[in-house]
T-cell receptor
Framework: GQNIDQPTEMTATEGAIVQINCTYQTSGFNGLFWYQQHAGEAPTFLSYNVLDGLEEKGRFSSFLSRSKGYSYLLLKELQMKDSASYLC???????????FGTGTRLKVLA | DADVTQTPRNRITKTGKRIMLECSQT?????MYWYRQDPGLGLRLIYY???????NKGEISDGYSVSRQAQAKFSLSLESAIPNQTALYFCATSVQGSYEQYFGPGTRLTVT
C-alpha cells in the first residue's frame, strides 16, 4: 500500500528551530515535496528532494533518506507567519501525481 | 492577477443538485489537477489531465466528472451532489517535466 505519516500538530516558540518529520511507503519514488498551507489558503511549494541529503533554502531545509523512507522539514528562526500546515507529499515512480500526507499544523507562539 | 483562478470561491447547494466548479490558468501549463481537502484526510486527487485529450481518474473519482475545454480550463462537475462531498476543492497545474504544482485559491463547497 501507499502511506505517508506526519505528526498532526506541533508547537514551537518564535525564534526557535522546529523539525517536522515525514515517513512514507510508496510504490517506487520520484521525489518528496513539502508544501506550506496557511489556514483557508492554497498550498504553496517549499521544497523538492529526489536524492538523499539536505537541501537548504533560506530558513527552510529539507532532508531525505530514501532507504529509510524518511524526510524532515527544518524551520529555523521561527516567525509568527510560519504558523501554518506543512504538507508532505510523495510522487510514486512512473507518475507525475502526488500522494499527500494529512499535514502537520504548526503553531508558533510568541 | 492570480495565475490559477477558481470559480466560485464559495458555494452552498442542496443534495441532488448538479454543480460545476471551474478552474482557469494563465501559466501556460499543460497539466491540470483537481483535489479535495477534508480535515484529517489531507489532499486527495480526484482527476488529472496531462493535455486536452488526456483525462485520468485519481484516487476518488466516483461521483465526479471533468471536462478539459482548453489547455487553460479544467472543470469539475458533481452530477448529483451529496453531503459527503462537502469539502474544500483545489485546482492545480504543472508543466511537463516538472513535479512542482501550483494551486488555485480553492472552492469551499457545502452540500446540505
Amino acid at each position: 500500500g501507499q502511506n505517508i505519516d506526519q505528526p498532526t500538530e506541533m508547537t514551537a516558540t518564535e525564534g526557535a528551530i522546529v523539525q517536522i518529520n515525514c515517513t512514507y511507503q510508496t510504490s517506487g519514488f520520484n521525489g518528496l515535496f513539502w508544501y506550506q498551507q496557511h489556514a483557508g489558503e492554497a498550498p504553496t511549494f517549499l521544497s523538492y528532494n529526489v536524492l538523499d541529503g539536505l537541501e537548504e533554502k533560506g530558513r527552510f531545509s529539507s532532508f531525505l533518506s530514501r532507504s529509510k523512507g524518511y524526510s524532515y522539514l527544518l524551520l529555523k528562526e521561527l516567525q509568527m507567519k510560519d504558523s501554518a500546515s506543512y504538507l508532505c507529499a510523495v510522487s510514486p515512480s512512473g507518475t507525475y501525481k502526488y500522494i499527500f500526507g494529512t499535514g502537520t499544523r504548526l503553531k508558533v507562539l510568541a | 492577477d492570480a495565475d490559477v483562478t477558481q470559480t466560485p470561491r464559495n458555494r452552498i447547494t442542496k443534495t441532488g443538485k448538479r454543480i460545476m466548479l471551474e478552474c482557469s490558468q494563465t501559466k501556460g501549463h499543460d497539466r491540470m489537477y483537481w483535489y479535495r481537502q477534508d480535515p484529517g484526510l489531507g489532499l486527495r486527487l480526484i482527476y488529472y489531465s496531462f493535455d486536452v485529450k488526456d483525462i485520468n481518474k485519481g484516487e476518488i473519482s466516483d461521483g465526479y466528472s471533468v471536462s478539459r475545454q482548453a489547455q487553460a480550463k479544467f472543470s469539475l462537475s458533481l452530477e448529483s451532489a451529496i453531503p459527503n462531498q462537502t469539502a474544500l476543492y483545489f485546482c492545480a497545474t504543472s508543466v511537463q517535466g516538472s513535479y512542482e504544482q501550483y494551486f488555485g485559491p480553492g472552492t469551499r463547497l457545502t452540500v446540505t
